[in-house]
T-cell receptor
Framework: GAVVSQHPSRVICKSGTSVKIECRSL??????MFWYRQFPKKSLMLMAT?????????EQGVEKDKFLINHASLTLSTLTVTSAHPEDSSFYIC?????????????FGPGTRLTVL | AQSVSQHNHHVILSEAASLELGCNYS??????LFWYVQYPGQHLQLLLK??????LVKGIKGFEAEFIKSKFSFNLRKPSVQWSDTAEYFC?????????????FGTGTRLLVSP
């Protein structure tokens, strides 16, 4: 149980285009999902917290107009990187928290590697 | 600044050697603590967690960790590593001052176990 999927696993795009990444909780409901960015040889950095039916909460320094997050249902959150540039190339990971979890245990997706040419 | 520190960035061990990976955090107050593992090409998986109670927690695959509140530490241990333990290990803290809403990760320790 508690499986989280991401799609696509890899994407290569041209500079200036937008890319959408999906995060799904496959066998549980998640009122809260999280989006992280992982740089090479670095830790996971939280970008934003996505709550079902409401606006995402972005971490300091993360451009909300650049990284659009939508959490339309209890099993799906999407991250759209708008007008992507080479510096946006990274590994993006989502996680989901169980709906009725009394503690913040998160289940992670496999990640999406974005390469912007 | 509040942070999570993992002192060892790279660790190389032979099979059957004992392992201890350090994790320290600088958050005051109550915290929940986690160790995650990322095997090559795979997603993050939970190894073990601490919320309260016995400060020595046991996780999957023979791993354990000890919470020492006075030292703000949560070190990961395994008495005898295997080649299959080769992976990257992340310590994570869930601080009360974020309403327990966020996980803050350490920089990770890359473990290589030689057969």
């Amino acid at each position: 149980g508690a499986v989280v999927s991401q799609h696509p696993s890899r994407v290569i795009c041209k500079s200036g285009t937008s890319v959408k990444i999906e995060c799904r909780s496959l066998d549980f409901q998640a009122t809260t999902m999280f989006w992280y960015r992982q740089f090479p040889k670095k830790s996971l950095m939280l970008m934003a917290t996505s709550n079902e039916g409401s606006k995402a909460t972005y971490e300091q320094g993360v451009e909300k107009d650049k990284f659009l997050i939508n959490h339309a249902s209890l099993t799906l959150s999407t991250l759209t990187v708008t007008s992507a540039h080479p510096e946006d190339s990274s590994f993006y990971i989502c996680s989901a928290r169980l709906r009725d979890s009394s503690y913040n245990e998160q289940f992670f997706g496999p990640g999406t590697r974005l390469t912007v040419l | 600044a509040q942070s999570v520190s993992q002192h060892n960035h790279h660790v190389i061990l032979s099979e059957a050697a004992s392992l201890e990976l350090g994790c320290n955090y600088s958050y005051g107050g109550t915290v929940n603590l986690f160790w995650y593992v990322q095997y090559p090409g795979q997603h993050l998986q939970l190894l073990l967690k601490y919320f309260s109670g016995d400060p020595l927690v046991k996780g999957i695959k023979g791993f354990e960790a000890e919470f020492i509140k006075s030292k703000f530490s949560f070190n990961l241990r395994k008495p005898s590593v295997q080649w299959s333990d080769t992976a990257e290990y992340f310590c994570a803290v869930n601080p009360m001052n974020t309403g327990f809403q966020k996980l803050v990760f350490g920089t990770g320790t890359r473990l290589l176990v030689s057969p």
